[in-house]
Every structure is written in structure tokens, then in C-alpha cells.
């Protein structure tokens, strides 16, 4: 790419993916939530991956890094649920953890929780099948 | 608000049809993403954000990878020749159509009317759950609390799919 897009590309990036984070963290508070975030964070690093080619992230290790934490976010979200049937009254996806007070940053139970982990899994797996278009064509072409 | 969403849906269907009619693929594409980029706009007048922003992402990483896709392979269309086999499959779709038009009349009947729903559980959702599970949010609290279930279903497909892309698209396999 021109050096316009690789400098605006540079300059931007930070910002979108600590928006991500922004809507991740806030998700029991404002509009948006682990799908929403997970998937401006992909974006991120999408832009940069498209802005200065795939060298930039090592992708041949970084491929199987974001099949990694997708595969464990989404244990420990199975975990986090599977721990309310144990914590307190029989239920699956039992909010156990104290509710606080409303509009906090720290409140609600276990929402933020899933929240995170919903993220990381949405952004790693968006990632991981971007990635994997990359790779396997140029593995293809080789 | 009426007049503004009837124009986007117009909108939306003239960009549906010009991206079924395009000579070219990638105007093709342009035009699908008509259809993305409005509905985040009727999601906006309707007063869901949350849908808004996930619409609104969802839709540019798709087009980017649509693009891609069209760039690298062929960006004209392919000629196919209509014969029986093709005939027969149309017809079945049409007869499938009419079916489906009859059943949803049928189903419409049975509706209260447009914007005056019974709403029973959805009351008690709106009502109760900042109490319940202290969360601001409205449809946070209902996505992580009281439909647990369909959220971890959700991340169940998205890890399924990438997943099976990675199965698919390895043709040398691993070393």
C-alpha cells in the first residue's frame, strides 16, 4: 500500500482497538457488548494486517496463537456458566457474583465477565478465518 | 419516521436488484453493501445502537472481505445455460414461494396488529431487569443473564465456523 494508507493506517489503529475495548468493558452500561467489541478489535487488527501486508503480525505463529485464545475464552465462558450450577441455587448461567450498584463500572455479577470473554473469543475467531484466507492463498500460490 | 424509513427501504430494494442485475462483481458487491449500511440506519431510527454498532461492523469486514475475494479471482460473470434440470429447479422454488406466502397469510391472520404486540415476557424483562441482575444495559442484562444460552450458542457457531474454514482452506496440511 501508498504511503498515505500506511501512515493513516498507523495513526488510527489504536484508537479503534481501544474503542473495542472501550465498548467491551462498558457493555453492561452503555449500547454494545462482547459482539459488538470483539469485532471492532478484529478490525483493528485487520486494518493493519491490509495496510502493511502480513508481515507485520508473523502470521504463520500468530495464526494458530488466535485459534488458541479463541479455543480457551470460550472454555472459561463455558466454565463461568457451568460455576453457577455449583455456587448457590442449581442454575445454569446463574449471576452468583454480587450485583452492586447500578451504573458502575464494577457491577452487575458475572455480565462483565461474559462480557470479556465473548470479546476475546468474537475477535479471535473474526481473525482467525481473515487470517486464514491470507495464508492458505499464498500457501496455495506457493 | 415512517417517510424516512419507507425511502431507505426503497432504497435497500433498488440496491438488491441492481446487485442481482450487475455486469460486473465487484459493482455487484458495492451495491450489496447498500442494503448493509441502510439497515444500520433503520437500526438507528428505531432506536437499537446496540444492533447499530455490531450491523455497522459486521457489514464493513464482510465487504472488505467480499472485495478481496472478487479482486483476486474474476470479476465477470459466469454464462450458464438454462436446461431441463435448471427448469425443474426453478419451478420447485416457485411452487416453495407460493407455499410459504400461503402459510404466512395464514399465520399474519392470527397477529395482533403492526406496533400493538402482547408482550408478556418481554414486560417483565423491560420492567425488571436493572433490579434483578443490576445491570444499566437493557439487552446486556438479556443477552449474558436471562438468555445465557443463546449468547453461548452464538459463540458456539462463530467457533464452529472458524474452525471449519481452518479445515477447509488447509490444502497441504500440517507438516
Known sequence: MSLIVKKVAQLITGFIFLYGIYIIVHGHLTPGGGFAGGAIVAGAYILQTLAFGRDTLLLKKKETNTSLSESISILIALMLAGAGFFIGTKVFFNNYLPTGKIGDLVSAGTIPLYNIFIGIEVAAALLTIFLALLIYKEEIEE | ?175
Open chain 2, 1 to 175: 419516521m415512517e417517510v424516512t424509513l419507507s425511502i431507505l427501504l426503497g432504497f435497500m430494494i433498488i440496491g438488491a436488484i441492481f446487485a442481482l442485475h450487475a455486469k460486473d462483481l465487484l459493482s455487484a458487491v458495492i451495491a450489496a453493501g447498500i442494503v448493509g449500511y441502510s439497515l444500520v440506519i433503520c437500526f438507528l431510527l428505531l432506536k437499537a445502537p446496540d444492533l447499530a454498532i455490531v450491523q455497522v461492523v459486521v457489514e464493513t469486514i464482510t465487504l472488505i472481505i467480499m472485495v478481496a475475494v472478487v479482486l483476486d479471482s474474476t470479476r465477470e460473470e459466469l454464462k450458464v445455460k438454462i436446461d431441463t434440470q435448471q427448469i425443474f429447479n426453478i419451478s420447485l422454488a416457485f411452487i416453495f414461494m407460493l407455499a410459504l406466502i400461503f402459510f404466512f397469510v395464514q399465520a399474519t391472520d392470527m397477529l395482533n396488529p403492526f406496533g400493538q404486540h402482547s408482550l408478556r415476557m418481554a414486560s417483565a424483562y423491560v420492567g425488571e431487569t436493572a433490579a434483578k441482575t443490576g445491570s444499566a444495559n437493557l439487552v446486556t442484562g438479556v443477552l449474558f443473564d436471562f438468555r445465557g444460552y443463546d449468547t453461548l450458542g452464538e459463540a458456539t457457531i462463530l467457533f464452529t465456523a472458524a474452525i471449519g474454514v481452518l479445515t477447509i482452506l488447509r490444502i497441504k496440511g500440517k507438516k
